[in-house]
């Protein structure tokens, strides 16, 4: 493949596969492969035959088995069609899963519909038989809704495409790091770029198999518990700050450190946790913080924990350097993060919410309380979200089409409809790669008001620019 080409943005839908109503499988651009989100679907009749249970037969297979091979089958199709292999080139995972909740007011409490999702043993079977590579990093989330109301798994990804010289590599933990339980690496290293994992506040031991229990029991590292007995901590205070520690151990361990993170996701169970979070976000990253999708009301994967994050880093030894991006007249930053961080070839944007300069969600861009079917706020959200996406694109000299994947979450995926007018308009032609999802928990969004937020990454090759 020439220089040109992997640097020229490029749409990439395999003829075998359906086509997405409205977006691309995937996007290749400067080198980089971005996958929307894939489902055992035929986008026209639901989950697809193989991926159904038999009626008849329900004890013959296993929630995930079949759909998840359909879509490994599928991500392995897109991969090839794109130049890259599935068992060599994938950098970042995102498993989306369909989870159970409790009530509102347990969910608020911090309390989980345990166990919240099917076992994902099948999957970790056919991800280590159809990957196999570990040297990947994960992230697995539960969440309310996936487009295809049946469905219980929706992934999606970024590879890198091969270069002669540029070698992907995993690392190893320090022992005293807690080491994942399935196969995936917590920092893996190709080029200049370090991806560290999803991480909360595990050592994946918790209180199996002990007889002394520090609170409720879970799967929670001691050193990030909060005695329970007494009005004076904070869970989520302590669950960040260890998470933070860990994830610092593991880029020391690839050669780099915080400072040089570009891009983070953070998913937090509540929006009450985001203040507690914000605190210690703000100790680790006082200036110059990297942007950040910081997405509410998700159900975790590991029992007892209320945040997870993950991470793309600069290596310690690259000389691309990074450049924050505030919009001086825009929506409220999401928080103690800029809009947007450029570095490299890209753009990666903190959550897009359609925010006023206070940040609020405008009355104009809600539903009406009263008159709730005479206002169409995805649609009105959605064309301000892109607004704001416009003028990003444009300080990194790049422009909506050059926009290469998008993760929307939703407060309902009711409004998917309506958001995908206004992204048809605003992508006509060779659309992003698209991952949608529906959060749960009652309000689940970080603003009140609010039906969506987007994080996106654009193809921006405008030189590496100095703050």
Request: aromatic content about 8%; hydrophobic content about 45%.
């Amino acid at each position: 493949m020439s220089e040109q080409s992997r640097s020229a943005r490029r749409v990439v839908n395999p003829p075998s596969m359906p086509a997405p109503p409205g977006w691309s499988h995937a996007v290749a651009a400067g080198g980089w492969l971005f996958g929307g989100g894939l489902m055992a679907t035929d986008y026209r009749d639901g989950l697809r035959a193989e991926a159904r249970t038999d009626p008849d037969r329900p004890w013959a297979s296993e929630p995930l088995d079949a759909e998840s091979r359909l879509i490994l089958d599928d991500l392995g199709a897109v991969l090839a069609a794109a130049g890259c292999d599935r068992r060599r080139d994938l950098v970042r995972v995102w498993q989306w899963l369909r989870a159970r909740y409790p009530d509102d007011a347990a969910y608020a409490a911090g309390q989980a519909a345990w166990p919240a999702f099917p076992s994902g043993t099948p999957y970790a079977r056919n991800l280590g038989a159809m990957v196999g590579d570990p040297q990947r990093s994960s992230t697995g989330i539960g969440v309310r809704q996936l487009p295809v109301p049946e469905a219980l798994l929706s992934v999606d990804f970024i590879a890198v495409e091969p270069r002669p010289g540029v070698e992907k590599r995993g690392f190893a933990m320090p022992d005293d790091v807690p080491q994942p339980k399935i196969g995936y690496s917590p920092a893996t290293r190709i080029g200049d770029w370090v991806f560290l994992a999803g991480f909360g506040a595990t050592d994946f031991k918790g209180d199996w198999m002990a007889t002394a229990h520090m609170g409720p029991r879970g799967m929670i590292a001691p050193e990030a518990r909060v005695n329970p007995y007494i009005w004076l901590g904070s869970e989520i205070e302590a669950q960040t700050d260890y998470t933070l520690r860990m994830m610092a151990r593991m880029a020391e361990a690839a050669g780099t450190s915080l400072d040089r993170c570009v891009k983070a996701d953070v998913t937090v169970r509540h929006p009450s946790d985001v203040a507690g979070m914000e605190r210690i976000w703000r100790r680790y990253f006082p200036d110059d913080p990297p942007a950040r999708n910081l997405v509410t009301g998700a159900e975790l994967v590991i029992k007892g924990t209320r945040v997870e994050i993950a991470m793309l880093l600069l290596a310690g030894d690259s000389a691309l350097s990074r450049r924050g991006i505030t919009l001086a007249d825009g929506p409220a930053p999401p928080g103690h993060a800029p809009h947007a961080v450029h570095a490299g070839d890209f753009l990666f944007t903190s959550g897009l919410l359609a925010l006023d300069a206070t940040g609020k969600v405008p009355a104009g861009w809600r539903a009406g309380a009263d008159v709730p079917h005479f206002r169409s706020p995805a649609r009105d959200q959605a064309t301000a979200i892109l607004d704001t996406l416009s003028r990003l694109c444009a300080e990194a000299g790049a422009s909506l089409a050059d926009v290469c994947k998008v993760q929307a979450f939703l407060d309902d995926l009711a409004h998917l409809p309506e958001m995908l007018g206004a992204w048809r308009e605003a992508f006509p032609h060779e659309p992003p790669a698209l991952s949608a999802v529906a959060m749960g928990g009652g309000d689940p969004l970080i603003a009140p008001g609010a039906v969506m937020q987007w994080d996106a990454i654009v193809h921006a090759p405008a030189g590496d620019k100095t703050a």
